[in-house]
């Protein structure tokens, strides 16, 4: 046996094999939320930018030959949309925050993250001179006397203070006014993941930081794929520091520049976001009644579309997984190392592919395989 097939053995008698699905079975699992992914609004703008001659391929990284009108014009766009002074298109969320934490913070400075930060930003970690500390989860507290501890133990640089606006797996909502304190207080940068709330919060779905941007110590992520349908990231940032990725970050100097056709359909999915105020009080709506119902079988529910449901061990959340997903729902485990060890769970994501109907069926059989795993 090889270390690979050894390493995978492990990993499946902890319960934690990871496999890729075939999507089946109503959704309750995807990050669709505004339902826009399959929606004919935008195959129609993909239609339009192929029937104008966008490309399908860029052909080389945007410092060569890659750089296209649509990317620019992207740009603009999601500037003046979120309020920032500049931003910047990547292909992904992930790439987009790794190139950020890796590139940004620079040798003597200091980033304080969340416990639960995003993987991309531990992955922007590994490769960052800076120095790196973890905090407990929304405790502003934290953050500020960690940095307090570093400038008395001699800290010179720039703290930059890492979070998630809303976590994607928890369903939690960061406590901003707080950690925007702590940032003027000690000159801090921070570092705001909006993935989640992008398209469903804050005015025209700006996401929770929409007041915050343009502020000279703030960038923000918005990531494409998720309530936007599509995919790709932008980073919404002062002028000089887009500047500074543009010369400095690996991530986006040595990457083919993401497909023209795509900028052109972010275009599109921002300009559908940003009058989709029915879109966003439906799904209230539906994450309205899904609370109510969650709570009626005793089941602690959060205020967003982000329902976690915590049963702790690894294959208790597998086989309640697969218990689900055989009556037809799409749910799937999250386990260890995406979440904290202890406290595996069912992700409930809920989105406009469902309706309340289908949230009543989920909670009822949910209800069901709970009780069964508990006699």
């Known amino acids: 046996m090889s270390a690979h097939d050894a390493a995978l053995a492990a990993l499946h008698r902890r319960g934690r094999l990871r496999r890729l699905v075939p999507c089946r ?25 192929l029937a104008r001659g966008v490309p399908v391929g860029a052909g080389g990284s945007r410092l060569l030959r890659g750089n ?10 999601a500037a003046a949309f979120f309020g920032a002074e500049s931003a910047l298109f990547f292909a992904g969320g992930f790439a987009a925050n790794a190139a950020l934490v890796a590139t940004l913070p620079r040798r003597g400075d200091l980033v304080v993250h969340d416990e639960l930060i995003h993987a991309s930003v531990h992955e922007g970690l590994m490769a960052s001179p800076a120095e790196a500390v973890a905090v407990p989860h929304n405790d ?15 800290g010179r640089g720039r703290p930059w203070i890492a979070a998630e606006t809303l976590y994607g797996m928890d369903g939690d909502v960061a406590p901003l006014a707080d950690l925007l304190t702590v940032a003027d207080r000690h000159d ?10 992008t398209g469903v919060c804050g005015p025209a779905g700006r996401g929770f930081a929409a007041a915050l941007e343009g502020r000279s110590n703030v960038v923000t992520l918005h990531t494409c794929g998720k309530a936007l349908g599509v995919m790709g990231a932008l980073v919404c940032l002062p ?15 040595y990457a083919t520049a993401p497909s023209p056709l795509l900028a052109a359909l972010v275009r599109a999915a921002l300009g559908l976001v940003a009058t989709a105020d029915d879109r966003r009080q439906r799904l209230a709506a539906l994450v309205a009644h899904a609370r109510r119902r969650l709570a009626a079988i005793g089941l602690p529910a959060t205020t967003t579309q982000i329902q976690p449901v915590i049963v702790g061990a690894d294959r208790r959340a597998t086989a309640l997984a697969a218990a689900l997903q055989a009556q037809g729902f799409d749910l799937r485990a999250i386990r260890p190392p995406t979440v904290p060890p202890g406290t595996a769970r069912l992700r409930i994501a809920l989105t406009l592919n469902v309706n309340e109907a289908a949230v009543d069926a989920l909670v009822a059989v949910l209800a069901d395989e709970l009780a069964r795993q508990r006699t």
């Open 188 to 197: 801090a940068m921070l570092l705001l993941d909006e993935a989640h709330a």
């Open 68 to 77: 296209h009108a649509e990317h620019e014009a992207l740009e603009a766009e």
């Open 239 to 253: 002028q000089t520091l887009r500047a500074y990725m543009v010369n400095r970050a690996r991530g986006f100097i």
């Open 140 to 154: 502003a507290g934290a953050v500020n006397d960690a940095i307090s501890r570093w400038r008395a133990t001699g």
């Open 25 to 49: 079975g109503i959704d309750f699992t995807s990050n669709d939320y505004l339902g826009l992914a399959e929606s004919q609004a935008l195959r129609q703008a993909a239609a339009a930018a």
